[in-house]
């Protein structure tokens, strides 16, 4: 560093950006004595490694200190900027460094960004030891990372920083700048949850906060107005998509109206389609309410057209009522056992015919052939029942919807448990 880049203002984040890997905070679990990543900077010998976590929680800065730590050179690339002709001149110079004995640390940053192509890139160099890769990624590697490369790579959970983790980077802050931050407690708890996690977040916040210099500290309200409130880190297409609508799909299935509806307002104000919500919640009543209430699938139908007549915001209120409803409706997934039940014995029976008698016979010959003999008139029958076998000839009876002691599915029950009487009958008089 030079004399002029040394006399440079720096960041409030970059100032406290940790030297040692004990300084990091909120990720002991990968980088304290027993954790993975601690014994291999013990033993010495470090691993290629996928490190994925959310943003601002020190994905970067580890990978520069295990670099420190390995006496690797330390080679940052953003997926976002670089391409292929990029990677191609980090791995040559990463060849001429092994030629006399140094290795290279290849960081790159937002990984799940390189197509597979760029991907398959870096498995020779990987492999034989070139380069020693250290992947970060927001977005599970599991969807993102192509198999090859995993297999490659260890790949560490990082935390999302905690209200300890991210107290303990405020308290750093004033020390470096010899004074408490401008807020009062209430907002100092106001601005750790704005942060969400965040730890380069908060700094950029703490630090905007140094350079106004209220002259008395700020209240919540004050704090609000002052730092612009972030987007809750939500990606429509990824893992937050799915872990949001399962955090739903299950808050509902378990009868928890509240933490439902909690989801359903994370989902919305992270951008996710409406219409997207409206299908999902469809499929919702009939997989998890069936039968038990019929009108969970009339009032999930009313809410999502509901809303594409109103949109945003008035329609969100239809679905908003939609969870309420789902979500305080009696449970029952018979019907949806029941249809799994059936096309597995659909698939298992193959091609059986029906029996005759319950085939229409338009033409003569299929008079003669049996068609419709012996079929009797529901409606003709004795308590409207004939109890007749509508499975194919020679197949036993199957026993697929077992409906619940709960909601309507009470009163199917007993009118099915009528019918096996009746049936019972019928056969002992046959």
Known sequence: MSLFEAQAPRPLADRLRPRTLDEVVGQAHLLG??????????????????????????????????????????????????GVADLRKVFERAKERRAVGRGTLLFVDEIH??????QDAFLP???????????????????????????????????????????????????????????????????????????????NMAEMLFQLAPKTPLDVKALVQTVQRRMP????????????????????RGSDTDA?????????????????????????AVEDIGLADPQALVQALAAWDLYERLGSPEGELGLAQLVIYLGTAPKSNAAYVAFGKARRLAKETGSLMPPKHILNAPTRLMKELGYGAGYEYDHDAEEGFSGQSYFPDGMARAKLYQPVERGFERDIQKRLEYWDKLRQKRREEG
């Open 33 to 82: 004595p027993d954790g993975p990543i601690g014994l291999m900077v013990k033993r010495g010998k470090l691993a290629s490694m996928i490190l994925w976590g959310p943003p601002g929680c020190g994905k970067t800065t580890i990978a520069r200190l295990l670099a420190e730590h390995g006496g690797l050179e330390f080679e940052p690339l953003s997926a976002v900027f670089s």
């Open 113 to 118: 960004r390189f197509n597979r192509a760029q």
């Open 125 to 203: 160099y990987v492999e034989d030891g070139t380069v020693t890769l250290i992947g970060a990624t927001t977005e599970n590697p599991s969807f993102e990372l192509n198999g090859a490369l995993l297999s490659r790579c260890q790949v560490y959970v990082l935390n999302r920083l905690d209200d300890r983790a991210l107290e303990e980077m405020l308290a750093k802050a004033e020390q470096v700048e010899g004074r408490a931050l401008p807020v009062d407690g209430e907002a100092r708890a106001t601005l750790k949850a704005l942060a969400d996690g965040d730890g380069r977040y908060l700094l």
């Open 233 to 252: 880190l939500y990606d429509k297409a990824q893992e937050g998509h799915y872990n949001l609508i399962s955090a739903l799909h299950k808050s509902l």
């Open 260 to 284: 439902a509806l909690y989801w359903l307002a994370r989902m919305l104000a992270g951008g996710e389609d409406p219409l997207y919500i409206a299908r999902r919640l469809a499929r919702f």
